[in-house]
């Protein structure tokens, strides 16, 4: 079985600064894949990233950063140079395979909501 | 690329009527779809998973005969939900499953809020 856990149910930052939305995850997979989605007010999922368990490099794509620390299992999604457009809120994911193959299912965390202040 | 859609964006009915909800892919063929709930402020709990062609996988505690999934072809999965009742009003949202070289990627449709009055 797999699970994920967001300990933040919400989070504050102030515009420009960044910010760590934490995720830990339990498994008994040897291979995974790690995703964090954006979820605005209007109710779209947003996929921002993702992180395979082999990689060996930590997965980047603009402004979001994936701190991904196997041992720990810990997969925390850092945002940069926070927007007013980033409040919403955020939600880790794992799947079974590291994308090679597929199990299917996606487990979601509980979420984390973002608000930015101006 | 790789849009999902979903029909309708919202609905409002009468409780006891069913309400049909379609999910498509609209640029590729997806084999594989998902059905997602989502109470207000909480996160995403998955229903089933819809394979074409074949009868759809019910997760536990998950009624399949007030939500009844079909799979009719490769870029549509449609979501009945039976004889409505308040406490089935949610966000309800689907995902298509793209295969690309071997990998799996899973794309959101916007998804579908219903209340049930």
């Known amino acids: 079985a797999q699970k994920i856990t967001q300990t933040q149910p919400g989070m504050f930052v102030q515009e420009k600064e960044a910010v760590t939305l934490d995720c830990t995850y339990d498994t008994s997979d040897q291979s995974y894949g790690l995703f964090w989605y954006k979820q605005p007010s209007s109710g779209e999922m947003i996929f921002l990233i993702y992180?395979?368990?082999?990689?060996?490099q930590n997965a980047t794509e603009g402004r979001y950063s994936l701190n991904f620390q196997k041992a720990r299992k810990s997969a925390n999604l850092v945002i940069s140079a926070s927007q007013l457009g980033d409040s919403a809120m955020y939600f880790c994911?794992?799947?079974?395979?590291?994308?090679?193959?597929?199990?299917?299912?996606?487990?979601f965390g509980q979420g984390t909501i973002l608000t930015v202040h101006p | 690329g790789a849009v999902v859609s979903q029909h309708p964006s919202w609905v409002i009915c009468k409780s006891g009527t069913s309400v049909k909800i379609e999910c498509r892919s609209l640029d590729f063929q997806a084999t594989t779809m998902f059905w997602y709930r989502q109470f207000p402020k909480q996160s995403l709990m998955l229903m089933a998973t819809?394979?074409?062609?074949?009868?759809?996988?019910?997760e536990q505690g998950v009624e399949k005969d007030k939500f009844l999934i079909n799979h009719a072809s490769l870029t549509l999965s449609t979501l009945t939900v039976t004889s409505a009742h308040p406490e089935d009003s949610s966000f309800y949202i689907c995902?298509?499953?793209?295969?690309?070289?071997?990998?799996?990627?899973?794309?959101f449709g916007p998804g579908t809020r219903l209340t049930v009055t």
């Open positions: 992180q395979g368990s082999y990689d060996e």
């Open positions: 995902s298509a499953e793209m295969t690309t070289g071997g990998y799996y990627e899973q794309y």
């Open positions: 994911a794992m799947r079974g395979g590291a994308g090679g193959t597929s199990y299917g299912k996606l487990t």
């Open positions: 819809s394979n074409e062609g074949s009868k759809a996988t019910y």
